[in-house]
């Protein structure tokens, strides 16, 4: 997909309830951290166990379901199906700040971007407060997650538009050469690619979600 709106078609699916595997991090500084733009939020006091928690997630395996998968679990007894939800729910959400925290040339840095990654951020704490075993406290909680999440895709295209005019002031024109436009540049820069991949990601994660 070209860089501008990429799978925006996909962006404007409803959240349902609401990429790239990562290890758990070596013994290194902490200015060296893929969270560290975060890690004011994450490191401190509980905060060493969030982290932990995301590293450890976002490290497993996560497919999509299929339909009859998904028609399978009708026959599943409610209280397993909310473990299975919330299974998932810990797992995907732990790829997605993964993903999103760790994109180049400024993008993670954003602003709409970071607002994004902090809710995940708190989906995954509400999460860890409340057990599916508490079906009424749980089922709350989900919802919570949904209606925080509503305008996530116009936060999505306002990052893409404040992405897009940072790169054009960085490297503003001089001669006779054209202003930046990393609609164009996806094929032959690796970083724009990588954006462009990520975002893709992040899409099939959610319609998995």
């Known amino acids: 997909s ?17 990429g790239r595997a990562w290890a758990p991090p070596r013994r290194v500084a902490l200015r060296v951290h893929p969270f560290q733009s975060v890690q004011r939020g994450l490191l401190v006091g509980s905060g060493n166990d969030l982290f932990r928690h995301v590293a450890a997630k976002s490290s497993m ?6 339909l009859q998968e998904l028609l399978d679990l009708e026959k599943v007894p409610a209280a397993e199906r909310l473990r299975h939800l919330n299974a998932v729910l810990h797992v995907g959400i732990s790829k997605i700040i993964v993903l999103l925290q760790d994109l180049p040339l400024g993008f993670s840095s954003v602003g709409p971007i970071r607002r994004v990654i902090r809710d ?19 089922l709350a909680c989900i919802l919570g997650i949904h209606q925080r999440h509503r305008g996530m895709m116009t936060q999505i295209s306002e990052g893409l538009l404040e992405f897009q005019r940072e790169v054009r002031e960085r490297f503003k024109p001089f001669g006779d050469y054209y202003p930046v436009d990393c609609a164009v540049l996806s094929e032959s820069v690796p970083a724009v690619r990588k954006i462009e991949s990520a975002l893709d990601k992040f899409f099939t994660i959610r319609t998995k979600l």
Do not use: H, I, N, W
């Open 2 to 18: 070209r860089f501008g709106f990429p799978q925006m078609s996909r962006a404007l699916q409803p959240l349902s309830v609401l």
């Open 61 to 66: 395996s996560f497919s999509k379901v299929t």
């Open 120 to 138: 995940y951020v708190k989906d995954l704490e509400d999460l860890r407060t409340c057990s599916p075993e508490d079906s009424d406290r749980f």
